[in-house]
């Protein structure tokens, strides 16, 4: 059963055409969502951390959102280095710390 | 440099042979995590350990070992591989009380 879901799988985007990426999730108590972003053949870079429904965290161009059952990430006037898979991540409160659950990634090409 | 270093970074194996991924930070962090990364399955964890000798299972944990006898170091054993478990692995580590996790640079397996 997932617990994560992220939408869509793929986004292209023209330089400059905003959007968002969502991230749904069924954990019955959350801890924390936290966003990645993943180039090609490297780890993941941590991006964003949430905790409750309401708070935003904006770097750059980016934006995460977080309501009770999903996140978003907006991406504002994207440009082609913004070009990389977008992971989303949970933490359920009452599971050990470091226990976390990802989505499968959403995959964002941004072109010229 | 703060970071996390796996080794190898690329290994081609046979089956039934006996391996291990070592994965070291140089960042005190208390915590260390190992996932697996598989096209249409995103990002799986393994095992995670929340310090010294303290370790627990995550999603997929049959078929690997891991260890923390140093709080630096948190290897990946597999005994016997096998070709399921061909994939790109990745070693994280994040400081106690915090969730920004630092990822390694991969770990490519083959196994035939």
């Known amino acids: 059963e997932d617990q994560v879901t992220q939408s869509p799988e793929a986004l292209r985007l023209q330089e400059g055409e905003s959007s968002s990426l969502n991230c749904s999730y069924t954990?019955?108590?959350?801890?924390?969502l936290f966003w990645y972003r993943q180039d090609p053949g490297k780890g993941p870079e941590f991006l964003f951390t949430l905790y409750s429904a309401g708070e935003e965290k904006e770097k750059e161009r980016l934006k995460a959102t977080l309501t009770k059952k999903e996140s978003f990430l907006h991406i504002t006037a994207p440009k082609p280095e913004d070009s990389a898979t977008y992971l989303c991540a949970v933490q359920r409160r009452g599971s050990t710390l470091g226990r976390l659950y990802f989505g499968r990634g959403t995959q964002l090409t941004v072109w010229p | 440099e703060a970071q996390v270093t796996q080794n190898p970074r690329y290994l081609i194996t046979v089956t039934g042979k006996k391996l291990t991924v070592t994965c070291s930070q140089n960042m005190n962090h208390e915590y260390m995590s190992w996932y697996r990364q598989d096209p249409g399955l995103g990002l799986r964890q393994i095992y995670y350990?929340?310090?010294?000798?303290?370790?627990d299972k995550g999603d997929v944990p049959e078929g690997y070992k891991v260890s923390r006898k140093e709080k630096r170091n948190f290897p990946l054993i597999l005994e016997s591989p096998s070709p399921n478990q061909t994939s790109l692995y990745f070693c994280?580590?994040?400081?106690?009380?915090?969730?920004?996790?630092?990822f390694g640079p991969g770990t490519r397996l083959t196994v035939t």
């Open positions: 350990s929340m310090n010294v000798e303290v370790t």
């Open positions: 954990v019955s108590g959350l801890r924390g």
């Open positions: 994280a580590s994040s400081p106690a009380g915090a969730y920004e996790q630092y």
